[in-house]
């Protein structure tokens, strides 16, 4: 199977290894507190105007990602079956053992998940292949949701919503809001007597230009080393931002336009102008080691940083970071989002005790309980909760930075069809090729064009 390395689960695989330790009842958690008790969880679920046991007695398993998020919400599992009546067995492993036992669950048909943790540029290739349910089936149907008490759609944002869409269809309920975020520091941009964030690319080059100081710090760094979940993930939003797509609405590929190699042309020589050596192979641990060390000023990646490059112990620029949406291109400001979403096999038999249980993972109250700077969520109204700032100076800059940033996601931003994993890497590799100097932006992208009609004409797009 192709990978399609994922840019946030790589990083908080390696950035947030930390051990659950305590109880709920003492609400000991990740980095020292629960948010919310399991009297307040309780409470706030008797609110909703449905039988939370109507399906008491049932067995359901669900499979997720080894990372704080589900592994905080495992801890909480036992409130879901106090609540319900339904046991749960959970199931965390390492993503790509994730993408392999789901892809092979739904090709036999076999139900061994009944609720699974999906990626969604893999999401597609899923409907494609008739294993997910549509979860407006049950989002609509008021004896298993009480749209009101669980506030969708008006709690979560619209471009993540959409992001857990094929074809209009809702798959997938988003479980945290992440994607790219502008960071940058602050007291060098002081020192240059720069007024505050790049508003625009204009500013974002003359910005680097001027904080660029080879040998010791690199007036920009973005990820070069190609992959779908690396180097495109950041240039995409230079794509749109720049006036370029993918496809036209007849699925030709528009990656030879003037829009797209013009985003080509600026990535590659902002980085190879004002960025560190080699920065066309560096991936995201490099930039977050420069970050911590001091090495770099400026860059637009994941939000997830943002708990490592503040920790005095592990970063010597903590408390030195700023947060901003990212500059705007011709075409505007565009974030690529991502979050990891829950969706149903649609080979179950449980599917609305896998429903209760989606929609309890992703209810307010528990995502108020489990989060915080370290743990993502998907509502608007938990993410901008400031009981999560006491023991964090910088975070209110964050979330604000972060829900600012938001609200230009396009879930659009990568594509969303079954082809894109492949697609996206012969891209990377393109992009990569340009950063290195190997080759001008007009060839290579003319170039990988050509090899994306192929794999369009081949998946018969053009019948």
């Given amino acids: 199977m192709r990978k399609c390395v994922s840019f946030l689960v790589l990083i908080l695989g390696v950035l947030f290894l930390i051990s659950c330790v305590g109880s709920l009842g003492a609400q000991e958690y990740f980095y020292g507190k629960f948010f919310a008790s399991e009297e307040e969880i309780l409470n706030s ?5 449905i039988d939370w046991r109507q399906f008491q007695g ?28 339904i046991k749960v067995t959970h199931e965390l492993v390492n993503e790509e053992q994730l993408r392999q036992k789901i892809t092979v669950d739904l090709a036999a048909k076999s139900a061994t998940y009944d609720v699974m943790l999906l990626d969604p540029g893999y999401m597609a290739l899923y409907v494609k292949s008739d294993g997910l ?7 609509n149907n008021s004896s298993l949701t009480d749209l009101e008490w669980y506030a969708w759609p008006d709690d979560f944002p619209e471009g993540f919503r959409q992001m857990g869409q094929v074809n209009g269809v809702q798959y997938g309920i988003p479980l945290h809001l992440s994607g790219t975020l502008f960071m940058y520091r602050k007291d060098l941009f002081q020192d240059k007597g720069l007024p505050g964030a790049p508003k625009t690319m204009d500013e974002l080059w003359n910005y680097a230009s001027k904080l660029n100081n080879p040998g010791e710090v690199y007036g920009i760094a973005m990820r070069g080393m ?14 749109k931002s720049f006036g370029g797509d993918w496809f036209d609405d007849k699925w030709n590929p528009l990656l030879d336009s ?14 190879r102008n004002f960025g560190p050596p080699g920065v066309s192979s560096w991936e995201w641990s490099k930039i977050l080691s420069a970050m911590q060390t001091g090495k770099i000023a400026m860059t637009i990646d994941t939000p997830a940083f943002g708990i490592s490059i503040e920790n005095p112990e592990k970063s010597r620029t903590a408390g030195k970071w700023g947060y901003a949406p990212q500059p705007a291109g011709p075409a505007g400001i565009t974030m690529d989002p991502y979050s990891w979403y829950v969706g149903i096999n649609k080979n179950t038999s449980k599917k609305e005790a896998a429903w209760l249980f989606i929609s309890w993972m992703t209810s307010k109250e528990v995502q108020k309980a489990i989060g915080g700077p370290t743990i993502y969520v998907s509502r608007i109204s938990v993410n901008s909760d400031p009981r999560w700032r006491e023991d964090f100076p910088w975070l209110g800059e964050w979330q604000e930075a972060l829900m600012e940033n938001v609200k230009y996601a396009d879930p659009d931003c990568r594509p969303r069809i079954p082809e894109y994993p492949e697609i996206g890497n012969l891209v990377g590799v393109a992009i990569e090729e340009v950063i290195s100097g190997q080759k001008e932006a007009e060839n290579a992208m003319k170039e990988v064009n050509q090899e994306i009609r192929k794999i369009m004409e081949k998946a018969g797009y053009y019948k």
């Fill in 45 to 49: 679920f008797r609110q909703a105007a």
């Fill in 258 to 271: 003037p829009e797209a190699i013009k985003s080509v042309e600026f990535y590659a020589n902002i980085l």
């Fill in 133 to 139: 349910c549509n979860l407006e089936d049950f989002l």
């Fill in 226 to 239: 190609a992959g779908s979940g690396l180097n495109v993930f950041i240039w995409s939003c230079f794509l």
């Fill in 58 to 85: 049932t067995e359901i398993t669900f499979i997720g990602n080894s990372e704080p998020n589900q592994e905080s919400i495992a801890k909480l599992i036992p409130v879901f079956e106090k609540l319900t009546g």
